[in-house]
Nanobody, 124 residues
């Protein structure tokens, strides 16, 4: 089992920045790919960004590419999402997810473990 706890969400004005963190505990963090997803009220959970175990491969949704950056610190069992130039449409509950395996995926069903989510609200 892997337990995931997100932090760093909050209220920010459009154009501002936030940094989300996801701390993992439980079984070894080795060979675990990580991702961020988000879900707005009434909408399906959608892929935001993901990173391979080594950090050498990353992927982003088109809507956030160039504004968000995913990274990880395996010594701290933590993955980060730096969000810049935030827009009101980025308002969502952001989830951290982990999957067994070296490489990342972009589908919800590919992930084995989920955090409880952290709310990000971007005002006009």
């Amino acid at each position: 089992q892997v337990q995931l706890v997100e932090s760093g969400g909050g209220l920010v004005q459009a154009g501002g920045s936030l940094r989300l963190s996801c701390a993992a505990s439980g079984r070894t963090f080795s060979n675990v790919a990580m991702a961020w997803f988000r879900q707005a009220p009434g909408k399906e959970r959608e892929f935001v960004a993901a990173i391979s175990w080594s950090g050498g491969s990353v992927g982003y949704a088109t809507s956030v590419r160039g504004r968000f950056t995913i990274s990880r610190d395996n010594a701290k069992n933590t993955v980060y999402l730096q969000m810049n130039s935030l827009k009101p449409e980025d308002t969502s509950l952001y989830y951290c997810a982990a999957r067994q395996g070296t490489y990342w995926r972009s589908l919800v069903a590919e992930y084995d473990y989920w955090g409880q989510g952290t709310q990000v609200t971007v005002s006009q």
